[in-house]
């Protein structure tokens, strides 16, 4: 589904990791580790096409991306539901009910309320119904455990195992100590920017 | 990478995100009321600081009205892509595989609606302000409507430019006031030649023409400009 050949990223002229290689199928989960400041988020944003490799390869087969960064897309003067609303229409892929989602992430209670009203837990939760709305192959998550209960990770952990069975493939960077359980993992350890 | 998209949901794309700004625009009404009001104050203090002899009024109303409305249409400007910038957005629709020439397209016309639509609508209380012929209201009108798009759409592509910049407002007036002198000019000339009782179709054709340029080049420049800052 997603193949990186001798990928490579500069800044400055200075290489933020070395070559990275890897092949995704479909049902697979690719955990991206390291330090801060190794280019966890780097690499998924060059994943993502956000940025464009310095050198190397991307074959991306998958049937549409989704993607969660550190910032989450969220407009604060739209409730949650608006929010959802529009991505949906925007995304015109999605059959989904928003109330569904919202429901299935645990915001109905704060459905109906401007984003700005939300902590910074609940935000996430709204980009993960984002996520679930997009109804794409491959997932991009970076840092998507961060600013969450236990109970907002385990939420990320199902609905990923759900993703994961369901035949979609997910890139997750993370530098916590919570690792999400999956037989089928990839490692990719950033160190130094170095792939390990 | 395989991200092609049907033309419906493109346009299902595009009308969602004009829909969507335009909700927010009324949302944050003090953005959508600032540059108005500073169009109605700026126009204002010329017969206070000239003093109100009619026959000068008019004589320079239109450079006047169309001097405030550049003016306006770049205090609007900045908002054009910045919060989707800031709060990720922008990356997301990077990601869904849109074109980024149509979510530009789709942004400039929300941008349209909402700060050059209320310029020519405000045209005929700002023409007799300033005492303007109601000869030259019907250009003076025209102008705006041709001309006000073309604001939008050549100031979106500095917009794209200085996104990331933190002061990236003001290089933004440094960008585009310089690209703004030809359709100040064109459009002046024409209002001036009415009130003579002058041809003056033929700016009006030169408006147009810009207008088609720009509506079929700016779009492609912003969406190329929004890339080269969002990396």
Known sequence: MLTASQINFERYFEPVFQPVNFELNSGELLLVTGANGCGKTTLIRVLADILHPTSGQIENQAAGMAYVGHYLGIKDDLSVLENLRFMRDFLGTSNRDCADVIRQVGLSRVAEQQARTLSAGQRKRCALARLLLSETELWLLDEPYSNLDLEGIELVDRILNDHLQSGGACVLATHGAHRPEWPATRDCFLVSGAVA | MTR????????????????????????????????????????????????????????????VIWIAALLATVIS?????????????????VISGHPLTLISLAKICAHWLVAGLP?????????????LPVESLGVLMLTL???????????????????????????LSLLVFPLYVPILIIATAAVMAASDGLPYTQFLGLLTAGLITSVTLAPFAAAAALKISLS
Do not use: H
């Open chain 2, 4 to 63: 092609e998209k049907s033309s419906a949901s493109l346009s299902g794309a595009f009308y969602a995100l004009l829909r969507r700004d335009l909700l927010l625009a009324f949302r944050r009404r003090t953005e959508l009321l600032f540059p108005v009001i500073f169009l109605l104050v700026v126009v204002s203090l010329f017969p206070l600081g000239i003093g109100p002899g009619p026959q000068l009024l008019a004589r320079i109303a239109p450079g």
């Open chain 2, 77 to 93: 400007l900045d908002g054009l892509f910045r919060s989707d910038f800031e709060d990720g957005t922008l990356e997301q629709f």
């Open chain 2, 119 to 131: 310029i020519v609508l405000l045209c005929p209380l700002l023409a007799l302000w300033m005492n």
């Open chain 2, 145 to 171: 409507a041709l001309g006000t798009p073309v604001l939008s759409l050549i100031g979106s592509i500095g917009v794209g430019l200085t996104i990331s910049l933190k002061r990236g407002g003001q290089l």
